[in-house]
């Protein structure tokens, strides 16, 4: 039996049902593997009063420290966090405030691996508790993680110290390894692991019925993410604005909310432009698969899962040249790759609207992308940690 912890700051919870939806899959997805026990620790980091009074940090404290999440067994321990210090000791707090919690953990099951799936500050935590169990430790980039931790001055250092003392480590594209062994490892010490996606959810269907549900006739483009700056929606609102009839619903939240629909209103576009939120994510496949385009002007990326699912569903996308772009769109039947500027996305969310490739063919570009074969991949690499550890103190022993 191989016992892993999983260890995420990223995961799911009551009040973020959307939240790192990504690494419960995987996690889910390893623990039906035979042979694997997992256990989730997910901690939430809360701000020092008086921020932690905020409506959603109280709601986060107020969540469980421990329950059974979609048939998981999840620990939610709590870490304080410094506003205004850069992140710079979030390490620290993260593995003080996990050390009884681990420690209980490891009287009642011995774990033989640390996984955690996020670089910050998970992984530097990790390696940590790693040395202090005596168990080796896998990290996993994503892609803010090495972007905006790696790079940042309070965290860089522990980000790169953290990529050479672990014994394994993951990327989700190409890309992603190319910016970890930028940290100072070899790039062949780097496995990418792709994501998955549920290919029985996610898949066509009849896109004209589901835009008639949806109420729309013409063309749809759906722009899916955080509504963030470094997501791009307001690119994607300027190219849109010079496709004539062509309507566009952003999905997501965050603090650009009121800009975008500022410009909005500022182009006239509020009868071709709605501003839809955050929706629950099982309610994403009929949105996908009633747009004929998913577009997303992205500054950076890993591999976001935006572009799997809407593959998956069969519409094919417009991104930008970021991280993992180029393990998608591996040919122009999935898409297009184009400089984050208003006017190549509109030509090239023109171009796939003339072209309208078949949704099965789309969906072909992501057929290996599966929670199955992501599964796998992880068991294998964690097995194979936990085996060279072993026969490392075999022989030092012998």
Request: proline content about 7%; some cysteine.
């Amino acid at each position: 039996m191989l016992n892993v912890l999983t260890l995420s700051s990223l995961f799911p919870d009551a009040t973020r049902p959307n939240f790192g939806i990504f690494v419960e899959r995987q996690t889910a997805a390893l623990a039906q593997r035979p042979g694997v026990s997992v256990r989730v620790v997910a901690p939430i980091g809360l701000p020092v009063w008086p921020l932690a009074r905020a409506a959603r940090f109280r709601a986060q404290a107020a969540l469980p420290v421990a329950e059974t999440w979609h048939g998981l067994s999840v620990a939610r321990p709590r870490f304080v966090t410094l506003p205004g210090t850069g992140g710079r000791f979030h390490v620290a707090a993260l593995v003080r405030a996990l050390c009884p919690l681990l420690d209980r953990l490891w009287e009642e099951q011995r774990f033989d691996v640390i996984d955690a799936s996020f670089f910050f500050p998970d992984g530097p935590a990790a390696v940590a508790l790693g040395r202090r169990y005596g168990v080796p430790v896998s990290i996993k980039a994503r892609g803010a993680d090495i972007h905006h931790w790696g790079r940042a001055p309070a965290t860089r250092h522990q980000v790169a110290r953290a990529a050479a003392r672990a014994d394994g480590l993951l990327a989700v594209s190409d890309a992603m390894a190319d910016d970890v062994a930028a940290l100072g490892v070899a790039r062949q010490r780097v496995r990418v692991h792709h994501t998955g996606v549920d290919q029985a959810i996610f898949q066509p269907i009849d896109r004209s019925a589901a835009k008639q549900a949806l109420g729309i006739r013409g063309p749809l483009v759906v722009s899916l993410g955080a509504l963030i700056p470094r997501k791009g929606h307001h690119v994607v609102i300027d190219a849109v604005a010079r496709l004539p009839g062509v309507e566009l619903l952003i999905v997501g939240e965050g603090p650009e909310r009121d800009a975008l629909a500022a410009q909005v209103a500022r182009l006239g576009m509020g009868e071709r432009v709605q501003l839809v939120g955050g929706i629950p994510h099982q309610a994403l496949p009929p949105l996908l698969g009633a747009a004929n385009v998913m577009a997303l002007a992205s500054a950076s990326e890993g591999l976001a899962n935006a572009w799997v699912e809407s593959l998956a569903c069969g519409t094919p996308i417009v991104i930008t040249p970021a991280g993992g772009a180029g393990d998608v769109v591996t040919s122009r039947t999935a898409g297009r790759i184009t400089a984050p500027e208003a006017e190549a996305f509109a030509d090239a969310i023109r171009d796939v609207l003339e072209q309208a490739p078949d949704p099965w063919t789309v969906r072909a570009a992501v057929r290996d992308f599966t929670w199955a074969a992501n599964a796998a991949a992880l068991h294998s690499h964690l097995a194979g940690l936990v085996a060279r550890r072993q026969a490392a103190g075999q022989a030092s022993s012998g």
